[in-house]
Antibody, heavy 117, light 108 residues
Framework: QVQLQESGPGLVKPSETLSLSCSVS????????WSWLRQVPGKGLEWIGY???????VYNPSLKSRVTMSMDTSTNHFSLKLTSVTAADTAVYFC???????????WGPGILVTVSS | DIQMTQSPSSLSASIGDRVTIACRAS??????LNWYQQRPGKAPTLLIY???NLQSGVPSRFSGSGSGTDFTLTIDNLQPEDFATYYC??????????FGQGTNVDTK
């Protein structure tokens, strides 16, 4: 069974770059699509984007100008960078493996990232 | 963007009840509709995909129906572990793939 685990700083200053990594075990990231989503505490879910096995990326248009996803097949990790963060980017960030494009199937437990000075 | 609207936003039910949650899309999404369960402090888990397909390992008391713009999640014989928040999500053609606002199922 595939397992995912997010890691990265829990606190980021406004205007700086949020950087998260997702470690995948129990399967190779050379297969499937891999995505990031977020959830403002107590609120709904937002799909950020995905990267596929060939490194092709698709992003949510509302975040596209600030988002970069990448993958490292040698370590079985994939990553998220979100630039110029504000308090509105404070959320629990999840990484996930997609069953099909846009359909997260297996999720990591999530990591709370707070944007504050 | 395709807007997803769930109803009700919350409901109270008892063990053994049949629970129905509705989800409406702002445009035709064929059957590109998925349902997730989220327990407090946990990540969502996939229950139903493609409107009617039960994800592997999910109990058969969960079922989904609908097509086009109107969809339903039904839970038969509600169990204690089913008290949670449920989200619908559309994964039709173009981004962004959007979620409903959630339906909280709590104990009556």
């Amino acid at each position: 069974q595939v397992q995912l685990q997010e890691s990265g700083p829990g606190l980021v200053k406004p205007s700086e770059t949020l950087s998260l990594s997702c470690s995948v075990s129990g399967g190779s990231i050379r297969r499937h699509y891999w995505s990031w989503l977020r959830q403002v505490p107590g609120k709904g879910l937002e799909w950020i984007g995905y990267i596929n096995y060939s490194g092709h990326t698709v992003y949510n248009p509302s975040l596209k100008s600030r988002v970069t996803m990448s993958m490292d097949t040698s370590t079985n990790h994939f990553s998220l960078k979100l630039t110029s963060v504000t308090a509105a980017d404070t959320a629990v960030y999840f990484c996930a493996r997609e069953l099909f494009g846009g359909l997260p199937e297996f999720w990591g437990p999530g990591i709370l990232v707070t944007v504050s000075s | 963007d395709i807007q997803m609207t769930q109803s009700p936003s919350s409901l109270s039910a008892s063990i053994g009840d049949r629970v129905t949650i509705a989800c409406r899309a702002s445009e035709n999404i064929i059957t590109y509709l998925n349902w997730y369960q989220q327990r407090p402090g946990k990540a969502p888990t996939l229950l139903i995909y493609g409107a009617t397909n039960l994800q592997s390992g999910v109990p058969s008391r969960f079922s989904g129906s609908g097509s086009g713009t109107d969809f339903t999640l039904t839970i038969d014989n509600l169990q204690p572990e089913d008290f949670a928040t449920y989200y619908c999500q559309q994964s039709y053609l173009t981004v962004p793939y959007t979620f409903g606002q959630g339906t909280n199922v709590d104990t009556k």
